[in-house]
């Protein structure tokens, strides 16, 4: 590890803690030269894959564009921010656990369609008239008609 303040290339480490709900490690560092303190962080990097769209063009995973879409269709919704986060964090856990170099964006799409039908049905059909881009009302009307079945069927299993 290179010094912040005289380049010099060694050190030793003076203490090491876990940290950021246990996904890091915290490390005091002296600098063997100076004798000046610093602090680095290590954590595993996360490998998410290329998202392939439906003109086949690749872009990378960005978990911004998940949460920010989530937010629109969940705007005055009784939906926690941390709600949200949880649900993405889900999401992206999903396809990491998947280990492949490329998915379908509609994948990724579907997932957040699903997640947002168990936060709030307002939410998912807002999101799903954006995402499915209905070519009329009667196509609307269809996914409204699948969410209240599902939302029967789940209720007559309670």
Do not use: H, W
């Given at each position: ?7 010099f290339q ?90 492949e170099k ?57």
């Amino acid at each position: 590890m290179k010094c912040p303040f005289c380049s010099f290339q060694e050190d030793k480490v003076v203490d090491s803690r876990t940290s950021k709900n246990g996904l890091a490690v915290r490390r005091r560092r002296e600098c063997l030269q100076c004798g000046k303190r610093f602090t680095t962080y290590e954590q595993v990097e996360d490998i998410l894959p290329m998202l392939v769209k439906k003109d086949n063009r690749r872009e990378p995973f960005d978990r911004f564009k998940i949460v920010s879409g989530m937010r629109k269709a969940c705007e005055k919704r009784p939906v926690s921010t941390e709600q949200l986060e949880q649900a993405v964090d889900e999401i992206e856990k999903i396809i990491q656990n998947r280990m492949e170099k490329e998915i379908p964006a509609s994948e990724v799409g579907d997932l957040v369609m699903r997640k947002l039908a168990e936060l709030d049905d307002v939410a998912y059909v807002r999101f799903a008239s954006v995402y499915r881009q209905f070519k009329d009302i009667n196509a609307f009307m269809e996914e409204v008609k699948t969410l209240l079945a599902s939302q029967t069927s789940l209720d007559k299993g309670k």
